[in-house]
């Protein structure tokens, strides 16, 4: 057995530090893809989740990996408004807190006061410049306080009004990417990220893009359907496009209305006593579809980070490998060293 003094355990442990290094460095660059089931862990039953991971794409609501929860029902404060629209229109300071950033929106004029709820005037104010018409009298009233969800849902609806400073997309310097069915995805060894294919043309995909109504594994959206995205050229090639937000909900959501249309005629067809049962059916595969929503999106993540790209793997090996001959050198001279120092006569 080899015996190292000090000098050969700190080689040791240099070398150890390297093969972890060697082992960990080809995911360091991989696509980090979010969505609903990964944003946050409270909106997988929201009626707005899609929407609330559009708009973190989009940079209208503040976005961090440190906030784990979304709490979409709760209403929306001023005070949290103020920080999103600060974040959007670049009023705050770089490293500035969330408090910082709201009392610049409030300095900017984009939120009139930061103390209590928000209400639909506000979020007109803020990142619509008050262009958006509010009637009183109308179902959404500017007077009415909304929820965290709610704003989702309001915003992601007039995503491409027409204002006077651009669309929301267009301001947030984003243009109208590709639709269409996607072709082919392929694993990027060189730069260690993803190309999607839609039709015959080839995009990069952006190291952490935003994806609704698909899995986060890209490997997974071959055959589908993206119904709309937005890109931003390539940050590695200005002369290329990344996609950085990919919706393919809208597909997912027109196909169910079809599925339901052709449900409802067949329904229509039967006799009471058979309708009755179908209601009863559907009751039940309602309420289990529910119960089971957040385990199935459990799973599928699961299963989506079980399906490593086969490169990466190789790579790992490889690297861990090289690393492990590196440890066995350098322990070897380490112990070599140790046994002349200690064969030397005292003086």
Do not use: C
Not at 171 to 193: F, K, L, M, T
């Amino acid at each position: 057995m080899l015996r190292m003094g000090k000098g050969g355990r700190t080689i040791v442990l240099a070398a150890m530090l390297l093969l972890a290094s060697a082992a960990l460095d080809p995911f360091r660059a991989a696509a980090h893809v979010v969505t609903s089931a990964n944003a946050y862990a409270d909106i997988s039953l929201s009626p707005a989740q899609e929407e609330i991971v559009l708009l973190t794409g989009m940079g209208i609501i503040a976005y961090s990996h440190d906030e784990t929860t979304f709490r979409p029902l709760d209403k929306l404060k001023r005070s949290e408004l103020a920080y999103w629209a600060a974040e959007f229109h670049r009023q705050a300071e770089a490293g500035a807190t969330a408090e910082q950033a709201a009392r610049s929106a409030l300095s900017a004029g984009l939120i009139g006061s930061l103390d209590g709820n928000a209400d639909y005037g506000d979020v007109n104010r803020a990142f619509f410049g008050g262009e958006l018409t509010l009637e009183p009298s109308g179902k959404i009233r500017p007077d009415d306080e909304l929820t965290r969800e709610q704003f989702a849902a309001f915003v992601s609806e007039r995503l491409q009004e027409p204002l006077s400073v651009g669309t929301l997309p267009e301001q947030a310097g984003y243009e109208s990417g590709p639709a269409g069915i996607v072709e082919r995805v392929v694993v990027e060894e060189e730069r260690d990220g993803y190309d999607v294919q839609i039709g015959d043309q080839s995009y990069r995909l952006y190291e952490h893009p935003r994806v609704m109504g698909a899995s986060s594994d890209p490997a997974q959206w071959e055959g589908q359907v993206l119904v709309r995205s937005w890109t931003k050229p390539d940050a590695a090639d200005s002369r290329k496009l990344a996609l950085h937000v990919l919706d393919f909900s809208a597909a997912e959501a027109g196909a169910d209305a079809d599925a339901g249309a052709e449900a409802n005629a067949d329904a229509g067809g039967a006799a009471g006593t058979h309708a009755d049962a179908g209601a009863d059916a559907n009751a039940n595969a309602g309420a289990d579809a529910v119960a089971g929503h957040a385990g199935h999106a459990a799973a599928g993540e699961a299963a989506s980070a079980q399906a490593q790209p086969e490169g990466r793997l190789s790579a790992v090996v490889v690297g861990a490998v090289s690393a492990a001959a590196l440890l066995f050198l350098l322990a070897a001279a380490a112990a070599r060293r140790r046994r002349r120092r200690d064969a030397k006569p005292a003086e």
